[in-house]
């Protein structure tokens, strides 16, 4: 009888355990991200009251005869099956499709994962969850390796004037945004004659200036990156497009001199950036993530600020700052961004794991690797291992409350019928007892 009571002690530890994991369970039923847990049991060592025996020529085979000593928890498993999504229309707010993890980064720069996708941009421009802990990201789409870089965008663009260094001999595409330039021609029209300018595509701003300069009656000079030209009779200059839409593409300004002398003006410090003014910045607007991860930042004038893959290297990303039609590479002298962190990644960093369960919950929606996770596979959200993410929305929580229901119910059935074991066991060895004095 003595052992009944220990086997049934066993039993209701094991209901409390199942019911611990329910209450769990249903406590974070609207838990961003949050993972269900089951409990598998298992019996525990048996005493073996005689190891049986075969059949013999005069007797039949015995069979062992043991008995039990209770049950265990054998293992508590997170099932990471998808939670449904949640619609935010929050474009920061980020739900996987398919497998994978968020890489992200605690206050101890600590490298955890997540599936808990509700972000915001903080005041720094970090990508961060509401403990703070900040998205990590990529510039290498298929690296295995992880990144300790966290994803911050310039919270502050203004824009500002070509460096004066060198300016003449960039090339128009360069100057563009590597927006090709189609060679071609430009009317340039003084009075009544009208001259065909030749325009290469690899035309440098000082190859305009010289081929504007050939022009009978027509001084162009180049100041600051702005080609200005002028008649020398004082007429009207127009420019305008040829057999080339040279002039559309790179845009251009009337500069009315106070003298009346007309003049045309290619101002190409309204193309390309380089650098930052914090006191006339223009500041974030809209944080798009496309499917691929990929985030997209829109600012106060229209400006976005993205990343394309590299055209010599497609495993890598460069990053280009554009104004809706020419866009510039953040690379070099097109574009130096001072006064705030220059983007070093804007592409989410994923994870994997060959074992999935074997993470180690470390609260707050987030895991670390453990002994049996296998090491993290990294990748870019568009791999297939990885998943897509969705943006606009999270994931909710996966707990199926049906069935946390039904096993609430068998928990106090077996914590019940364990109860009622360990109380006849009880009252036996009472009894017993008595008759015994």
Known sequence: MTQALYT????????????????DNIANMNTVGFKQSRVNFADI??????????????????????????????????????????????????????????????????????????????AEGYLVLPNGYKALGTEDQRSSTGSQTPIQIPVMIQTQTIPNAGAGDKTLSELNGNVAITSGTIEVVVGNQTTQVTIDANATLNDVVAALNGVNGVTATLTDGQID??????????????????????????????????????????????????ANSQKVTA???????????????????????????????????TTGSPAVNITGDDLDITGVAEPANFQLQMANFVNPDGLVAVGSNAYKEGPNSGS??????????????????????NVDLAEQFADMI????????????????????????????
């Not at 039993?11 to 355990?17: D, P």
């Open 45 to 122: 060592y048996y005493n073996t009251l005689s190891s049986g025996s075969a059949p013999s020529s005069n007797l039949g085979g015995i069979n062992p005869r043991q008995i039990g000593t209770g049950v265990r928890a054998a293992e508590i498993i997170r099932d990471f099956t998808g939670g449904s999504s949640v619609a935010t229309g929050i474009s920061t707010n980020l739900a996987i499709k398919g497998n994978g993890f968020f890489t992200v980064q605690n206050g101890n720069n600590e490298l955890l994962y997540t599936r808990a996708g509700n972000f915001s941009v903080d």
């Open 8 to 23: 049934s002690q066993t039993g209701m530890n094991g209901a409390q355990t199942k019911l611990n994991v329910v209450a």
């Open 410 to 437: 068998i928990s106090q059935r077996m914590l019940e019928a364990n109860s009622r074991v360990f109380n006849t066991a009880s009252n036996i060895l009472q009894t017993i007892s008595y008759l015994g004095q």
């Open 229 to 278: 030209v002028r008649a020398d009779d004082g007429s009207k200059v127009v420019l305008n497009n040829g057999t080339s839409n040279f002039v559309t593409q790179t845009g251009l300004t009337w500069n009315d001199a106070t003298n009346s002398v007309e003049s045309k003006t290619l101002d190409y410090q309204q193309i390309v950036r380089t650098g930052t003014d914090v």
């Open 287 to 321: 944080v798009d993530i496309h499917e691929d991860g990929i985030l997209e930042v829109t600012y106060a004038n229209g400006d976005k600020l993205t990343a394309i893959a590299n055209p010599e290297d497609e495993t890598k990303l460069i990053f280009r700052y």
């Open 376 to 397: 993290a596979l990294y990748g870019s959200v568009s791999a297939g291992a990885f998943g897509t993410v969705n943006s606009g929305e999270y994931e909710g929580s």
